[in-house]
């Protein structure tokens, strides 16, 4: 066999092996993306995206009503998917009505009192069918529009708990479970055990075709 064959035989055997070698580090790294699926699918909660007033903004003419605006639909639940309720320092409730939800945003009729903080509370079932509440404060600095009542309208269903910073803000980056970071510390030995593999081939295939006969 001429020197000229065997190392047309020699290429394509190392071409089939680095071809081999090239899919099992794919793999691996498609392996190591998949592990971070469930962490980043936990965050699926609808979060708050903005809302007029704005939070800790001050407004100087009174709103006729609150607006939430959420990253995603907000689940009507037969008219009873939303709660906002909109109160004072002193804890009165300054809501005219109960909230009405219309695709990604929910808003109260207000009808505001005296200068001062407000906080609104609120409770809705974001897409994903789970309920997420929170709340935000903005100051009033006009006339007095409202008497407000102590406490909210019945109809409308009861006090929420505002849970701290569930729904405020857009979901931070997911952290690294223990099994992704096993399965990244694996592909990660693949990769390099794929890569010297490649490089002794080459060189094997080298030096067999600078030692074959002419």
Known sequence: MSAARRSIRVDRASRSAISALLGGVVAAL?????????????????????????????????????????????????????????????????????????????????????????????QVVSADGHPVSDSLQFTYRGQKVGAGRVGPIAKCGTTVAAPKAQATQAPEQASISPTAIVIIAVAGGIVVLALVAVLLVVVLSARKRNGAPS
């Open 30 to 122: 498609i392996a190591a993306a998949l592990a971070f699926v469930p962490a980043t699918g936990a965050s699926a909660h609808d979060y708050l995206v903005s809302s007029t007033p704005e939070a800790n903004s001050t407004v100087a003419e009174a709103p006729s009503a609150v607006t939430l605006t959420f990253d995603d639909i907000v689940l009507d639940e037969g008219g009873h998917g939303a709660l906002v309720q909109v109160t004072d320092a002193s804890g009165r409730n300054f809501e005219t009505g109960c909230a009405s939800v219309e695709g990604r945003e929910v808003s109260v009729p207000v009808a505001l009192g005296a200068a001062g903080a407000y906080r609104v509370t609120w």
